[in-house]
């Protein structure tokens, strides 16, 4: 199957410091990112759809200020976690698709903490 | 908007024992099916889909499902479950031809086999 991955694994920060994230599609080329967020035992939350070229669409709750997400190309896509604080410390789940109706791929994560 | 209820959050088995996980979904369009399973610190892996055909999806490491579009449920099933099975698992549907193919995750079930 395609391959995600994501870097870092895992991050420890400076509350106020940025973070960021990038997710890379290796052998195919992702017109469409997705980024989640996860709490420990809880579900994967969708945090915005990342697109090629144009911005990003939020969901609601996002502040889309404090989370920038960047698809520069068709095989990477950037979250930076500006001005990090500890209540963002969570994993950070990145999938690519290859297109509609099919399966999405998903980075291996990264684990995000806030100091 | 689309709506995915996961009925167990844990499901404890002994191991060579059968396993049903639950999956109930909410759409008022049709839908594409997945299951998931995520091992500790790590992404997403494709156990199966249902995109549409036969409502009998068999896919990996031994795991069917059966999509019942009636009862708007799509439980995943192992006739004989092993140690390394242990895993959270999530369902989660798409929207069928929609624009984004975003992903809305089920809230998990964590299996845990015994020995």
């Known amino acids: 199957g395609a391959v995600v991955s994501q870097h870092p694994s895992w991050v420890i920060c400076k509350s106020g410091t940025s973070v960021k994230i990038e997710c890379r599609s290796l052998d195919f080329q992702a017109t469409t990112m997705f980024w989640y967020r996860q709490f420990p035992k809880q579900s994967l939350m969708l945090m915005a759809t990342s697109n090629e070229g144009s911005k990003a669409t939020y969901e609601q709750g996002v502040e889309k200020d404090k989370f920038l997400i960047n698809h520069a190309s068709l095989t990477l896509s950037t979250l930076t976690v500006t001005s990090a604080h500890p209540e963002d410390s969570s994993f950070y789940i990145c999938s690519a698709r290859l297109g509609r109706g099919t399966e999405a791929f998903f980075g291996q994560g990264t684990r995000l903490t806030v100091v | 908007a689309q709506s995915v209820t996961q009925l167990d959050s844990q499901v404890p088995v002994f191991e060579e024992a059968p396993v049903e996980l639950r999956c109930n979904y909410s759409?008022?369009?049709?839908?594409?099916l997945f299951w998931y399973v995520q091992y500790p610190n790590q992404g997403l892996q494709l156990l199966l889909k249902y995109l549409s055909g036969s409502t009998l999806v068999k896919g990996i490491n031994g795991f069917e499902a059966e999509f019942n579009k009636s009862q708007t449920s799509f439980h995943l099933r192992k006739p004989s479950v092993h140690i390394s099975d242990t895993a959270e698992y999530f369902c989660a549907v798409s929207e069928r031809g929609g624009n984004t193919g975003k992903l809305i995750f089920g809230q998990g079930t964590t299996l845990q086999v015994k020995p």
């Open positions: 759409s008022s369009v049709s839908v594409y």
